[in-house]
């Protein structure tokens, strides 16, 4: 199925659900709801309601039972479940907003097979790249920095493109970047997301998200 149009149809599932719920849960954190991300595949309809319906109910009685953890992680054990009316299994996860990122969101969790196509997606951004980077840390001693953009949520959650970055970077031996960092480009998101995944040997230096808005970009490699 085109990548493209599963978003859409994500997007117009869930997107309402997110309206629906908003100033219906606690005021001061961040709400994180986890879908499978082909979870409009054989979906009618006439059913979208319905199950919109569902998962509001589910959502707002749900999310105030949760404890807040840290911001960026996720409530454990993780327990996916599937309420009542709503064909697929679901998990609603809760923290600290740290001041930035209230509210709720949704992301879709990728199965295995997508699993080793992001694999995959990463060794080659390492060896498209990482070759002229080592070149000029050893010959210029510049500080390198890697950057990973995704155009597609499912398959640019960060925590997927994290795992798979630290299992690909250790089989490059000292061919590191000092940094990496993960941008979010996906159609529909407005704002851009970026996060550093990796500083100096270090996974999640900075615990938050920055946003920006790309229409404020220059170019500068037309000039």
Known sequence: MDQK????????LLDPVI????????????FL???????TIGLKTKDIPR???????????????????????????????????????V?????ESGGIRMGV???????????????????????????????WKRDDGARTVLVLEQDNLAMGNPANLSKAL????ATRGSATPDEVYYVGTYEGAGDWSVICLLRDGARWPDPDFQQFDPAQLHSITSR
Not at 33 to 39: D, G, K, N
Not at 166 to 169: C, K, S
């Open 5 to 12: 149009k599963m978003d859409r149809d994500r997007g117009q």
């Open 19 to 30: 309206e629906r719920v908003a100033g219906k849960l606690p005021p001061d954190d961040h």
């Open 33 to 39: 709801l986890r879908v499978p991300i082909e979870l």
């Open 51 to 89: 199950i919109q319906d569902a998962l509001v109910a589910w959502i707002v009685a749900t999310a105030p039972t949760l404890k807040t953890v840290s911001l960026g992680r996720l409530n454990m054990p993780l327990t996916e479940v599937t309420p009542h009316g709503v064909p697929f299994k």
């Open 91 to 95: 998990s609603l996860h809760r923290s």
């Open 105 to 135: 969101h949704y992301v879709a969790v990728i199965d295995e097979n997508r699993v080793a196509t992001l694999a995959a997606r990463v060794a080659k951004a390492c060896d498209d790249k990482l070759g002229k980077l080592f070149d």
């Open 166 to 169: 630290v299992a690909e970077l």
